[in-house]
């Protein structure tokens, strides 16, 4: 499915997806289905028209190895150009604390800049934030986070934010609150030196890092859609369903049997029927 998208620079031709096709034929679908109950039309012929197949990406995510690549470059720097560390310096605290968030909680990026500094519970070592919906809940954090979180508040109260944005736990260096495009480029840009060979890695994909790591902890899909704050627990089995298949093939390694022929039954051989 194509059609032209009038830009600044002119016409540009839009190719769609899977996914992008679903939700255009779900809706005149939809549409079609009302027109025709109503009697509007004589009959539906959406449904003359398949869905395409949505064929399931694999979850990227990071292993141990590159989640401590990751944190290291927040933290030091190592690896970015002369002009990204001299930014650096000045956002570690911030950068830190905000990649600790998503690797701990699991959080959205949306739920992320949207943090208030009074939504910060050092005592429970818990915060609120705003689901999609609208809902507002409590979630904790592991010490690890709560450190980085202190390290970049004692920052945070040294720094006059603009009016307006007093309240925002995260600031950009425009000292507004800071956008999810700001979070989305700063974790792609640590992301490229942790794990140059994974496309796109951004917060979603450390939101999936910290839900698969839950799961491989827990092994309890249901705490794990609580936690990411899946309203449909299909979403979340769809989403880790191949890891529960890899759980089952690593316990069936784990299972030792006896293969030596000492451990077979012995059995007389039968005679045979010919005489000699």
Not at 37 to 56: F, G, Q, R, W
């Amino acid at each position: 499915m194509q059609y032209f998208k009038n830009t600044d620079n002119g016409q540009v031709l839009v190719q769609n997806h899977e996914l992008g096709i679903m939700r255009k034929l779900s809706s005149i679908r939809s549409l079609f289905e009302y027109l025709y109950k109503n009697e509007y039309i004589s009959a539906n012929i959406t449904t003359l028209v398949s869905l395409p197949k949505i064929h399931e990406k694999p979850i990227i995510r990071l292993d141990e190895a590159e989640t401590e690549k990751l944190l290291h470059a927040v933290y030091s720097g190592e690896g970015l150009t002369q002009r990204q560390q001299a930014f650096q310096k000045l956002t570690a605290a911030r950068d830190y604390a905000i990649i600790m968030l998503f690797l701990g909680t699991g959080i959205r990026v949306s739920e992320c800049v949207g943090i208030d500094i009074g939504d910060i519970d050092f005592s429970q070592n818990a915060f609120s934030v705003t689901r999609k919906g609208g809902n507002r809940v409590i979630l904790y954090f592991p010490e690890e986070v709560a450190d980085a979180l202190r390290n970049y508040m004692n920052e945070r109260s040294l720094i006059e934010a603009l009016p307006g944005h007093e309240n925002a736990l995260f600031l950009s260096s425009q000292r507004k609150r800071i956008t999810q495009r700001a979070v989305q480029n700063m974790v792609k840009k640590y992301a490229s030196i942790a794990a140059p060979l994974k496309d796109h890695l951004s917060p979603h994909k450390l939101r999936k890092t910290y839900g698969t790591n839950l799961y491989l902890e827990t092994g309890d899909i249901y705490l794990v859609a609580s936690a990411l704050g899946h309203s449909d627990i299909n979403t979340t089995r769809k989403h880790y369903a191949d890891m529960t298949d890899s759980r089952m093939r690593e316990a069936a390694k784990r299972i030792r049997l006896p293969h030596n022929n000492e451990a077979l039954p012995h059995t007389e051989a039968p005679e045979s029927d010919n005489e000699s």
